[in-house]
């Protein structure tokens, strides 16, 4: 996220229409004096060929063989972009992990020459369950235990600018008289502040009384303890009555090392501060998607209660990071700390307003497809919860004793098949045609190669790895726990029907994120 070169303009070049003229900002300068490193030149004919390959994707004429790819301006698209001229013109299809491990030209050829031999060590090698360590001053031990009965004052939230984060804030503040801390990634408190209400303002749900029961707090989940001063953890440790982890790094690209630092030390961090002073609920945002369909053989539906078994079958990194943090956050309930875990599927947008998050995987291969003109034809069932009913769900049961120790599911039980949903598309005016799974693939991968600015692009990290028709394995839940903990309370998932389709594209229309029927 830290820009590789910063450019100083006096104004930014402007269109007619007073936005900013992307294509009018002059390119940076293509020189090393960012770079740390003097200038080594190839030693071998592969490290030449690599360092030509980074050096046309960057605009850049020098790459040293100890040059960072990342260092010179790259990032998981362009990654992305490397690793098929390498498949292409070496003929070694490359992990995308390999290449965060090894970003220097020197690093990228051992790399490949490691792949050509068949000795890469693979992810799927990396033992998780040794991963869920536990400081062993993480407990009860002489702490207060927590009071079921006592009312929360204060409590801790993360993930707060984010999108489940943002209604999360909201409903807290709307449900509870309980001031809430974000933890936040900015500079100073005044910035954390600001980048809070902006995310709530966008997501519909700001109310100018709230502001007086926010605090920001700067911090970073990635840092130990959670990157903030001793006294300052410390005085949370005294003063927060629970803990709401919602906070992780959302990225189905980089691998399980790039994502440990903040989703599972940072989970860890959580725990030390629960047990800080006095013991104090933790309730957990993780994912139905910590179950592969290897957890499913044999069962009619993953239940509540069943633990995650299989951890090194799950496609991403980040769901690998969730499988650790939960298997982690077990060993802390069986030390006595009063967890809750909340699993959650796919989200949509809230069910009044249609307010959601573009930048969704499920939302930005619609996109794509309305691009393309076609849509693929498999056999997918679409499970999208209202982001409403999940943030409201979670406070409602996270205020009940009762759900300490607990699991619970959050989807939506009404599942869509895709087609019906496409059909759905085309009553309001979006039509396209249904291609075979692997020719759409291939025409949304020819669409991002040929167009940076396309809706494809984005999503080549994906549309590169393996193949379409492992999306269409549906794992099936269970949610009974759920349902009965919330009976009374008025909360139900909607089906995705028509209204709701409606609410949705209306506020993706809006937000110019998708374009007009017939456009």
């Known amino acids: 996220m830290v820009p590789a070169v910063f450019v100083l303009l006096e104004t930014l070049p402007l269109t007619p229409n007073g936005k900013v003229d992307r294509k009018a900002l002059p390119a940076p300068a293509q020189d090393r004096r960012d770079l740390k490193q003097r200038y080594t030149p190839p030693r071998t004919p592969l490290e030449a060929t690599l360092a030509a390959m980074c050096g046309q994707l960057l605009g850049v004429q020098q790459v040293g063989v100890h040059d960072s790819f990342f260092d010179l301006g790259g990032h998981s698209l362009l990654a992305t972009r490397l690793i098929f001229h390498i498949r292409d013109t070496l003929h070694v299809d490359l992990p995308l992990r390999l290449l965060f491990e090894n970003p220097t030209i020197a690093g990228m050829a051992r790399a490949v020459e490691q792949m050509q031999a068949g000795s890469v060590q693979t992810e799927a090698d990396i033992n998780l369950s040794e991963e869920a360590v536990l400081d062993e001053t993480i407990g009860i031990g002489p702490s207060q235990p927590a009071d079921p009965q006592r009312e929360p004052r204060r409590v801790l939230l993360t993930g707060a600018t ?15 008289q309980a001031e809430v801390v974000c933890l936040v990634r900015a500079a100073t408190a005044e ?11 966008h997501y519909q749900v700001w109310e100018e009384p709230f502001s007086q029961r926010i605090i920001p707090v700067t911090g970073d989940l990635s840092q130990p303890r959670l990157g903030l001063a001793p006294a300052w953890f410390d005085e949370l440790g005294q003063t927060i009555d629970g803990i709401y982890h919602n906070g992780a790094l959302v990225n189905f690209v980089y691998p399980y090392a790039e994502l440990k630092a903040p989703n599972v030390l940072g989970t860890h961090e959580m725990l030390r501060l629960a047990s800080t002073h006095r013991i104090k609920p933790v309730h957990f945002v993780s994912t139905l998607y910590v179950f592969s369909p290897v957890d499913a053989n044999g069962r009619v539906a993953i239940g509540e209660e069943d633990v995650p078994l299989h951890g090194n079958t799950l496609p991403t990194g980040y769901t690998r990071s969730k499988w650790v943090a939960e298997h982690m956050l077990n060993r802390a309930r069986a030390r006595g700390l009063p967890i809750a875990i909340y699993r959650v599927g ?50 409602t049961l996270s205020q009940r004793a009762t759900s300490w120790g607990q699991n619970f599911h959050l989807f939506n039980p009404h599942l869509l098949p895709l087609r019906d949903f496409h059909q759905m598309m085309s009553q309001f005016g979006y039509r396209m045609d249904s291609l075979p799974t692997q020719e759409w693939r291939q025409r949304l991968l020819e669409r991002a190669q040929q167009d940076p600015t396309s809706a494809a692009y984005p999503l080549l990290p994906l549309l590169s790895r393996g193949t379409l028709e492992d999306w269409e394995e549906h794992v099936p839940f269970d949610d009974r726990r759920t349902k009965e903990a919330l009976a009374g309370s008025g909360l139900a998932c909607p089906p995705l029907d028509a209204h709701l389709m409606e609410t949705y594209l209306a506020f993706f229309r809006k937000e110019r994120f998708l374009p007009d029927p017939g456009r």
């Open 162 to 176: 984010g999108f489940l984060g943002a209604f999360l804030l909201a409903d807290l503040l709307r449900q509870t």
């Open 191 to 201: 910035a954390a502040q600001q980048r809070i209400q902006h995310n709530l303002e």
């Open 346 to 395: 796919r989200i949509g947008g809230h069910s009044r307003t249609g307010a959601c998050q573009a930048d969704d995987f499920f939302w930005r291969m619609v996109r794509a497809a309305l691009e393309v003109g076609s849509v693929p034809d498999m056999n997918m069932l679409i499970s999208i919860a209202p982001v409403d009913y999940v943030s409201q769900s979670i406070v």
